[in-house]
């Protein structure tokens, strides 16, 4: 809530709000949020303040009722954090808030006082955003922010820098309605509801004459204005309303050049709240846009939007030379400074308080009639995330899709390309979908023959790239991956993939990698022989395109075929040397990602070898984000399936730096990192002594630690690990030592199938040093691990066998299984055939 008190409060010379309409709506609005916290964020509102709200309250110690301590000197809430502080403290008149649960248990004491009650809170108060969340993460910009960790705190921030927008927004709407400049200047509205096919108002008749629609404004000094806007200008007509009668289009002023000037000439108090922006620059220390700046533009997208050769029968060449000169790209002096303009505007938005006004420019935009000016605006803008949220709101994303079914390419393509920067959220995604714009993108993957004449490639190529950027945007949805693949689009992919030009391959590639998420996708890659062109392309010089390939290849690699693939078209190689470029992490990734998959066949691992991939892949163990990290010690995993990887990477200094991962919290990487640890564990020959005891004694404590995860995934390969370890009698006693059989106990009751078909792994061979059977039944494993028997799955059931072998060799476990019914679970397994008691 800090914009509102820096930016839209007003303030006297003492810190004071002033009494004024527009800062009793702001302080009703944050009363009204304040008081609605609590049931809507319950966890949030639970949050401990990083300073406490303090301010001179009206309220008496006998305010207070229940959840409060009240004493002689004052007033403690019950509530406490973990300190043991209380949340709220009453020493009057002086009260001090912690929490918001306990601002709105405040405001509902407070009754009829509540608004008297905020308001000086928020006068005492006015670092509010940095005293709720700290200064740190309350200068935290939008960039920043998507990289912090999401806790309760970083939640809370978002919530109230969200509801900051809003109020302001609605502040915005109460001065645009109410507020000192505009005054109710006018009520603007459309004198038909019906729009033509091709975006007039007018009556068919009336449009042979030049005429576009009728408009009805009412200043608040004047009679209602019944105006004409044609392709000549502006102009007043004889009254026309709801009837049609033909006398009433006639023209009773002159033709003026927009809206604006006709309004400054028939309504002086217009004029005059047009000019004065004192009161908005007073309040918000920054320029405001005139209307006069707005409608200036709104004549170039409406009132000019027909040519005047359009109605007056000129030849057709007239026509396309028209059609010529007004699609030049960028080359027309009237479409830069009306971009101009609009990026001037486009600055405004970062201000919420002038987004009324600025955005009512963008929705005449989205209807006016000149679409291919129109739309190379919005691919421009479009990008702003302010201006794609409002193109969504304003339903400019059905205009865009129905675009698409209009024969004219430069219209298509500008079209798709604003679809790409429109549908980076979810609603934007599901709307194009929903209005069939997915499979009317892929048709226009078809536009790009080799045969065309050399005059048409250029579009035929810029209409494909922009269909393809839009596809790319849209597969982040699963729904329009498979909406993509039912269009018909994987045999149009693959085809543009083999383009020679590396701006149309990108947005291609990005669509692939995208969709390869799923397994009929990974398919039709393989089968299409898009493997070979992804392998390619890796050897192109525009990282960008390497990193995309990468990325597919990483996502594709999960199956056999496709490790294949890459091997047999040379494309190991073109991997490994992509991990010389570590300063971008992208990319970095990517190729790791690939590596690490592709090195699930050995074929592959022996071929890296050759091009040192394992050296290098170990120096990569420090320094790196997590991406990479999870990527980086996957291969790693795999590399040392073959024995004699194993020592190199304990000796090349990969086991202390595998130990030192073990310490972090990112579920993919510990999981990787456990598998690698105990694959390298078990090689005792070849490897450097100082290393294994370095690992006896850090890495299996940190192994035991992570038996304490909450993760399935992480538990399912530390057991994993650990029945792979005690397997060496050594290691084995060292975590008999540290206490591996009360916490492997502990996780038998866990139903997770997985889960427990490598614990039972792993208690089968802890049980191989002869205490831990005791130790097992001391601490009730046995029960749960017998009732493993009732499963049907067979790896399941033939762990548990083995394990109850071991534990069977203690004579106490034996009345325990027998208590727990093992004969009669045993006789009716599936596996009677070699389950045996022992």
């Known amino acids: 809530m800090g914009l509102i008190l820096t930016r839209a409060a007003q303030w006297t010379s003492s810190n004071k709000l002033e009494s004024t309409p527009l800062n009793e709506f702001l302080v009703t609005q944050i009363l009204n949020y304040a008081e609605k916290f609590v049931s809507r964020h319950p966890q949030e509102a639970e949050h401990v303040f990083d300073e406490p709200l303090q301010w001179n309250t009206s309220l008496v110690k006998y305010d207070f009722k229940d959840d409060y301590i009240i004493s002689a000197i004052g007033v403690k809430s019950l509530e406490k954090d973990s300190e043991g502080k209380p949340l709220l403290q009453f020493f009057p008149p002086s009260i001090s808030v912690r929490t918001f649960s306990q601002l709105s248990k405040l405001l509902h004491l407070a009754d009829d006082r509540k608004r008297h009650e905020v308001q000086v809170c928020l006068e005492e108060n006015r670092d509010l955003m940095v005293k709720i969340v700290g200064q740190s993460l309350a200068n935290t910009s939008e960039e920043d922010l998507s990289t912090l960790e999401i806790d309760v705190r970083v939640k809370l921030f978002i919530l109230l820098r969200n509801t900051d927008e809003k109020i302001l927004n609605k502040f915005v709407g109460e001065i645009v309605l109410n507020g000192p400049v505009c005054s109710r200047l006018v009520c603007f509205s459309f004198l038909s509801d019906y729009e033509f096919p091709n975006g007039c108002r007018a009556p068919p008749w009336r449009q042979l004459l030049g005429e576009i629609c009728y408009v009805v404004i009412e200043p608040c000094d004047a009679e209602a204005l019944y105006i004409t806007c044609s392709s000549s200008g502006v102009f007043l007509n004889a009254g026309l309303d709801k009837e049609e009668d033909e006398s009433l289009y006639e023209r009773q002023s002159d033709y003026y050049e927009d809206i604006a000037t006709l309004l400054k000439r028939v309504s002086p108090h217009f004029e005059e709240n047009v000019k004065k922006q004192v009161e908005l620059k007073r309040c918000f220390k920054a320029y405001i846009p005139t209307f006069t700046d707005v409608l200036f533009v709104f004549r170039k997208s409406i009132v000019a939007s027909f040519p005047e050769e359009h109605f007056s029968g000129s030849s057709s060449e007239s026509e396309e030379e028209e059609e010529q000169t007004e699609r030049r790209p960028d080359t027309s002096t009237e479409l830069q400074s009306?971009?101009?303009?609009?990026?001037?505007?486009?600055?405004?938005?970062?201000?919420?308080?002038?987004?009324?006004?600025?955005?009512?420019?963008?929705?005449?935009?989205?209807?006016?009639?000149?679409?291919?000016?129109?739309?190379?605006?919005?691919?421009?803008?479009?990008?702003?995330?302010?201006?794609?949220?409002?193109?969504?709101?304003?339903?400019?994303?059905?205009?865009?899709?129905?675009?698409?079914?209009?024969?004219?390419?430069?219209?298509?393509?500008?079209?798709?390309?604003?679809?790409?920067?429109?549908?980076?959220?979810?609603?934007?995604?599901?709307?194009?979908?929903?209005?069939?714009?997915?499979?009317?993108?892929?048709?226009?993957?078809?536009?790009?023959?080799?045969?065309?004449?050399?005059?048409?490639?250029?579009?035929?190529?810029?209409?494909?790239?922009?269909?393809?950027?839009?596809?790319?945007?849209?597969?982040?949805?699963?729904?329009?991956?498979?909406?993509?693949?039912?269009?018909?689009?994987?045999?149009?992919?693959?085809?543009?993939?083999?383009?020679?030009?590396?701006?149309?391959?990108?947005?291609?590639?990005?669509?692939?990698?995208?969709?390869?998420?799923?397994?009929?996708?990974?398919?039709?890659?393989?089968?299409?022989?898009?493997?070979?062109?992804?392998?390619?392309?890796?050897?192109?010089?525009?990282?960008?395109?390497?990193?995309?390939?990468?990325?597919?290849?990483?996502?594709?690699?999960?199956?056999?075929?496709?490790?294949?693939?890459?091997?047999?078209?040379?494309?190991?190689?073109?991997?490994?040397?992509?991990?010389?470029?570590?300063?971008?992490?992208?990319?970095?990734?990517?190729?790791?990602?690939?590596?690490?998959?592709?090195?699930?066949?050995?074929?592959?691992?022996?071929?890296?070898?050759?091009?040192?991939?394992?050296?290098?892949?170990?120096?990569?163990?420090?320094?790196?984000?997590?991406?990479?990290?999870?990527?980086?010690?996957?291969?790693?995993?795999?590399?040392?399936?073959?024995?004699?990887?194993?020592?190199?990477?304990?000796?090349?200094?990969?086991?202390?730096?595998?130990?030192?991962?073990?310490?972090?919290?990112?579920?993919?990487?510990?999981?990787?990192?456990?598998?690698?640890?105990?694959?390298?564990?078990?090689?005792?020959?070849?490897?450097?002594?100082?290393?294994?005891?370095?690992?006896?004694?850090?890495?299996?404590?940190?192994?035991?630690q992570l038996l304490k995860s909450p993760s399935n995934e992480v538990l399912t390969s530390i057991f994993a690990v650990i029945a792979k370890l005690a397997k060496d009698k050594e290691i084995l006693g060292v975590l008999s030592d540290r206490g591996v059989v009360p916490l492997l106990a502990g996780l038998t009751s866990t139903t997770d199938v997985r889960l427990r078909c490598h614990l039972a792994e792993a208690i089968g061979h802890c049980c191989t040093w002869s205490s831990n059977r005791a130790c097992f039944g001391e601490h009730k494993a046995v029960g749960p691990v017998v009732h493993y028997l009732e499963s049907n799955d067979s790896s399941l059931l033939l762990n548990t066998t083995m394990a109850l072998y071991q534990l069977s060799k203690d004579p106490n476990n034996i009345i325990t299984m027998h208590k727990e019914g093992v004969v009669q679970v045993s006789w009716a397994s599936s596996l009677t055939g070699y389950l045996r008691l022992h």
């Open 338 to 704: 009306e971009y101009w303009q609009v990026q001037k505007l486009v600055k405004y938005l970062k201000h919420s308080y002038c987004k009324v006004i600025v955005l009512s420019f963008f929705h005449t935009l989205l209807l006016s009639f000149d679409q291919i000016g129109s739309l190379k605006i919005l691919a421009k803008i479009s990008q702003n995330v302010i201006i794609r949220q409002t193109i969504v709101n304003m339903r400019g994303l059905q205009r865009m899709v129905n675009n698409l079914d209009i024969p004219v390419k430069e219209l298509q393509a500008l079209a798709s390309e604003t679809i790409a920067h429109v549908a980076k959220f979810r609603r934007a995604r599901r709307i194009v979908r929903v209005h069939g714009g997915i499979s009317k993108l892929v048709k226009l993957l078809e536009c790009f023959p080799y045969s065309a004449t050399p005059e048409d490639m250029e579009m035929n190529l810029e209409v494909a790239r922009c269909g393809a950027s839009a596809l790319w945007s849209l597969s982040k949805s699963s729904k329009n991956k498979e909406a993509i693949r039912k269009a018909g689009g994987i045999p149009l992919l693959g085809f543009l993939l083999r383009s020679p030009y590396e701006d149309m391959v990108i947005p291609v590639v990005g669509t692939l990698q995208e969709c390869a998420s799923q397994k009929n996708y990974r398919v039709a890659i393989e089968n299409e022989g898009m493997v070979k062109d992804l392998v390619k392309n890796l050897r192109s010089d525009n990282e960008e395109l390497q990193m995309l390939c990468a990325s597919a290849i990483f996502k594709c690699a999960e199956d056999k075929l496709t490790r294949d693939l890459v091997r047999s078209h040379q494309g190991l190689q073109p991997l490994v040397s992509l991990l010389s470029k570590a300063e971008n992490k992208q990319l970095l990734a990517a190729a790791t990602g690939a590596i690490w998959k592709c090195s699930i066949s050995m074929e592959n691992v022996a071929i890296f070898q050759e091009y040192k991939a394992l050296q290098i892949l170990i120096g990569l163990l420090t320094e790196q984000p997590e991406e990479v990290l999870v990527n980086v010690v996957g291969a790693l995993g795999q590399f040392a399936q073959i024995p004699a990887n194993k020592s190199i990477i304990c000796n090349g200094g990969g086991m202390r730096a595998l130990i030192n991962l073990l310490n972090g919290t990112n579920q993919a990487l510990l999981v990787n990192v456990a598998k690698a640890v105990g694959a390298c564990a078990t090689e005792r020959d070849n490897v450097d002594a100082g290393e294994m005891v370095l690992f006896l004694i850090g890495g299996l404590k940190l192994i035991i």
